[in-house]
């Protein structure tokens, strides 16, 4: 079992920056590839980022690439997304989720997180 926790939103004007972290419980957080989601209001859940169990290796959505950016310290059982350039867009909620494959599809993430609220104005 894993239980994930979320902080780091906030509400933000367009161009700032966020770093959002997720801290993980159990002893075994370097087994689980981990991925960032996001449910814009009033749309469905979408993939942001992924990154591999080491941390060698990590993805993320077109939408967010050269803004987001996704790490992991293994010693600290957290992972971090780094936020830059916001958009009004990226208003969502954002949540991180654990699972044994390391991919996009939200399906194979076995735990999750509540979320954090991110909130970009114009």
């Known amino acids: 079992q894993v239980q994930l926790v979320e902080s780091g939103g906030g509400l933000v004007q367009a161009g700032d920056s966020l770093r959002l972290s997720c801290a993980a419980s159990g002893r075994t957080f370097s087994s689980y590839a981990m991925a960032w989601f996001r449910q814009p209001p009033g749309k469905e859940r979408e993939f942001v980022a992924a990154?591999?169990?080491?941390?060698?290796?990590?993805s993320c959505a077109d939408s967010v690439k050269g803004r987001f950016t996704s790490s992991r310290d293994n010693a600290k059982n957290t992972v971090y997304l780094q936020m830059n350039s916001l958009k009004p867009e990226d208003t969502a909620v954002y949540f991180c989720?654990?699972?044994?494959?390391?991919?996009?599809?939200?399906?194979?993430?076995?735990?999750w997180g509540q979320g954090t609220q991110v909130t970009v104005s114009a």
């Open positions: 990154i591999n169990w080491t941390g060698g290796s990590s």
């Open positions: 989720a654990a699972g044994l494959t390391y991919t996009r599809m939200p399906e194979a993430y076995h735990y």
